[in-house]
């Protein structure tokens, strides 16, 4: 397992430059072991399903505001991924002192678009009037090896002739 990647009895690995076709070959092996004798736990690895938040900062209105995409990444940066404030010393320890949205504000996309960004001439501004925000499709995670991309369809061998006689001579 460690020097595999595979947790299971058996795993296919795909490898190859294109997410999609990937998972298009995987999904096509999954379907090909699906109802094979002794075949259990079937399972590809999702290569697509992840979620992620997109920001994308509109420059002709940021010069508008006489903003630049730096300080709307600082916003972005200090409120969703978090700024370190301080460090705070407590005998030998050291801690940071870290400050961004609560979870709940970071989990509504509608509370992110609300996001205040501090103008010098115009006052607070949503950060939606600056940056288009959704949430888009992608990877959970990208594996790789060997410097391709990877996918896995994992599965048990259960009741066949080889695990049988693996019990007997465990038994003798």
Same mark, same amino acid.
């Given at each position: ?16 430059? &294109? ?6 070959? #995987?999904?096509?092996?999954?379907? #090909?072991?699906?109802?094979? &004798? ?11 399903g ?7 900062? &509109? ?13 709307? &990444? =600082? ?18 320890q ?8 609560? /979870? ?5 996309i ?5 996001t ?11 950060l939606s #009037? ?10 959970? =995670? ?15 061998v ?6 049988? /006689?693996?019990? =007997?001579?465990?038994?003798?």
């Amino acid at each position: 397992m460690l020097s595999t990647g595979i947790r299971t009895d058996v795993g296919v690995k795909i490898l190859g430059d &294109n997410l999609d076709t990937i998972n298009m070959i #995987a999904q096509k092996v999954k379907q #090909a072991l699906t109802g094979m &004798n002794g075949v259990k736990d079937l399972y590809a690895e999702p290569i697509t399903g992840g979620k992620y938040l997109d920001i994308k900062i &509109n420059k002709e209105e940021i010069g508008k505001y006489g903003l630049s995409v730096e300080d709307v &990444n =600082m916003v972005i940066e200090s409120l969703i991924g978090g700024m370190k404030l301080t460090t705070t010393i407590e005998g030998r320890q050291r801690f940071s002192l870290n400050a961004r949205l609560a /979870q709940d504000y970071r989990n509504s996309i509608e509370d992110i678009k609300r996001t205040i960004i501090q103008t010098h001439d115009f006052g607070p501004i949503p950060l939606s #009037a600056v940056a288009d925000i959704y949430f888009s499709e992608g990877p959970p =995670m990208i594996q790789s090896e060997n410097s391709l991309l990877r996918g896995t369809v994992l599965f048990n061998v259960r009741g066949r002739d080889w695990e049988v /006689q693996l019990k =007997m001579r465990r038994k003798k």
